[in-house]
Structures are given as C-alpha cells and as structure tokens.
T-cell receptor
C-alpha cells in the first residue's frame, strides 16, 4: 500500500502557483519524499525529492513540514503543459532492498486557461 | 538523469501470443525495474532486474508469465507470455540512477 495520501484532483489557473499537498504521517527517519508526474500516455517524470529541508530546482519547490508528516509541491507559475497526475512517494534514497516506488493514485492537476 | 528508450512503443497482439519489450539505457545501471500500468490505474511494479542475477518478482507476478532478461548493464527485456486481453496495459522500464528512478516512455500493449 502507498504510504502517502493525496487529494484526487485539483484545479489551477494558468500562470498561478499550484500547491499540491501530500500527507505521509508514517514516514520513517531515513525515508525521502519524492515527487513524480505523469502526463497522459507518457512515462512518469521525476520532479524533485527531499529529506527534511526545503528543496528547489528548475521545475518546482518542495516544502516539507518540520515534523516531516506532510509536504507540498509548488509549481510557481503553472502552464497548460503542467496538467498531469502528480505522485508523492516516500522511499529510501539508496541502499538496502527498498528501491521500489509504490505509486498511489496521485493528484490529477488540471491547469485551466 | 539516464535516458531510456523502449521498443516497441506500442503493439496490438493476438490472444495466446507473446511479446518481448526491449529497454535500452544510455548509461550503465545496476538496478532496472519493470512496471505495469493498466488502463485508468496507477503503476504497479512487476519485477526488479539486476545484472547477473535472477529477477525478483512482486506478489502476483511470476517468471513463467513475465520472463525477464538482463544481459548487461544497459539493456533488459520483458516478455509478456501467452497474452490475454487482461494483459492490455502500458509496460514501463525504469532505472535507478543518481538517487532516483527514471522511467522510459512505455510500451502500450493491446491484446485482442
């Protein structure tokens, strides 16, 4: 079973920030939060990951709460091409046998013109 | 990130036949994974394929149905054997690289 909870769908206006929440209340101390997205009929695309500090890259920002039980993925200026299913996943960074990604149902983000 | 290609990109097959899907990576990777995504569903891991060892299958998936080869560090194949319409899915190859997993474009399989 997925260890995360996400809303099934969200809408966002083009040009506005999209804030996608994720709950992971059972996350362990050495598990990272990963975000992927899947645009229709394509393979999942890696977005960002983090442990406890906030992270930012060219695609998005990841805000993790201090207790690490939840996080928010922020797309600062959403475009129509950001319409996709966004998956929040927790897993170990490396080592051990737990490399596999367990996908939940994700959040369908629809960016509207 | 690793660049991954899959062949074929899509296929339509007859019931009872088999299809082999190829996955090619542009760099050497130790761990490769095969996922299935049934229509309207999320991704499900089929097996983990490490070079030089037998693939490890997840619950509900067996080697006779989904044999996997991993001849070197840049290539793997997944065969979907004795297909039925229930095997109609997108099959995705993934690799572990630089602390994350990266996915190929997928193979869309339709079984008639």
């Amino acid at each position: 079973d997925a260890k995360t909870t996400q809303p099934p769908s969200m809408d966002c206006a083009e040009g506005r920030a999209a804030n996608l929440p994720c709950n992971h209340s059972t996350i362990s101390g050495n598990e990272y939060v990963y975000w992927y997205r899947q645009i229709h009929s394509q393979g999942p695309q890696y977005i960002i990951h983090g442990l406890k500090n906030n992270e930012t890259n060219e695609m998005a920002s990841l805000i993790i709460t201090e207790d690490r039980k939840s996080s928010t993925l922020i797309l600062p200026h959403a475009t129509l091409r950001d319409t996709a299913v966004y998956y929040c996943i927790v897993r170990l960074l490396s080592g051990g046998s737990n490399y596999k990604l367990t996908f939940g149902k994700g959040t369908l983000l629809t960016v509207n013109p | 990130s690793a660049v991954i290609s899959q062949k074929p990109s899509r296929d339509i097959c007859q019931r009872g036949t088999s299809l082999t899907i190829q996955c090619q990576v542009d760099s050497q990777v130790t761990m490769m994974f095969w996922y299935r995504q049934q229509p309207g569903q999320s991704l499900t891991l089929i097996a983990t394929a490490n070079q030089g060892s037998e693939a490890t299958y997840e619950s509900g998936f067996v080697i006779d149905k989904f044999p996997i080869s991993r001849p070197n560090l840049t290539f793997s194949t997944l065969t979907v054997s004795n297909m039925s319409p229930e095997d109609s899915s997108i099959y995705l190859c993934s690799v572990e690289s630089a602390g994350g997993q990266f996915f190929g474009p997928g193979t869309r399989l339709t079984v008639l």
